[in-house]
């Protein structure tokens, strides 16, 4: 059965730490992973990981893929309480790209 | 700019109610999804739609049913909505496309059945 796993579930550090967030995968026919960041709203996409080894960059935060180890971390350096959210990892399941299956999700909380 | 607009972001219903949950999209996506989304669980595929008139079960259908009339609105109905229904339901949209699909969701419904 496919299954994407997140670590740690929550994480509370202080502005100005940098942070590393995991998701691991499992599934059949793996053709991308996506990052969201979902506030207290919706989820927004920030990243879509198809090669492994190459890094995606917005900002202060990166994304990186190892389809070896199957999984992806997710850095955020100099962290702002604006970073407060919950980051989700999501992989297309078996069947097709509707299929997507999404991790628990890490609540990451920025003190001042 | 992408958007998807859900009706309601706060619902309070009585067990047995039938609750319907709507969602808008003005992108032309030819997909639309609906989650539901619980602590610990991350979020669940209740049904998604590929078209008009046509729907595929997700990972936990029962107790829903959807209905999506128009491309641009996909709707998710709770016949008799019970109190393990309490949950946020998240809808999403997306285009279809090789490689893996970017969703884009609306703000969410916050729904309680008491």
């Known amino acids: 059965e496919d299954k994407v796993v997140q670590s740690p579930l929550s994480l509370v550090v202080h502005e100005g730490d940098t942070v590393t967030l995991n998701c691991s995968y499992e599934?059949?026919?793996?053709?991308?992973l996506l990052w969201y960041k979902q506030e207290k709203k919706a989820p927004t996409f920030l990243f879509m990981l198809t090669s492994s080894g190459i890094e995606k960059k917005s900002g202060r935060l990166s994304s990186i893929l190892d389809k070896k180890e199957l999984s992806s971390i997710l850095n955020i350096t100099a962290t702002q309480t604006g970073d407060s959210a919950i980051y989700l990892c999501a992989v297309p399941g078996l069947y097709n790209n509707n299929d997507m299956r999404f991790g628990a999700g890490t609540r990451l909380t920025v003190k001042p | 700019d992408v958007k998807v607009t859900q009706s309601s972001r706060y619902l309070v219903k009585r067990t047995g109610e039938k609750v319907f949950l709507e969602c808008v999209q003005d992108?032309?996506?030819?997909?639309m999804f609906w989650y539901r989304q619980d602590p610990g669980l991350g979020l669940r595929l209740i049904y998604f739609?590929?078209?008009?008139?046509?729907?595929e079960k997700g990972d936990i259908p029962e107790g829903y049913s959807v209905s999506r009339e128009k491309k641009e609105r996909f709707s998710l109905i709770l016949e008799s909505a019970s109190t393990n229904q309490t949950s946020m339901y998240l809808c999403?949209?997306?285009?279809?496309?090789?490689?893996?699909?970017?969703?884009?969701f609306g703000a969410g419904t916050r729904l309680s059945v008491l």
């Open positions: 739609s590929y078209d008009v008139k046509m729907k």
């Open positions: 999403a949209s997306s285009l279809s496309a090789a490689g893996g699909n970017i969703q884009y």
């Open positions: 599934v059949t026919n793996f053709r991308s």
């Open positions: 992108m032309d996506h030819e997909n």
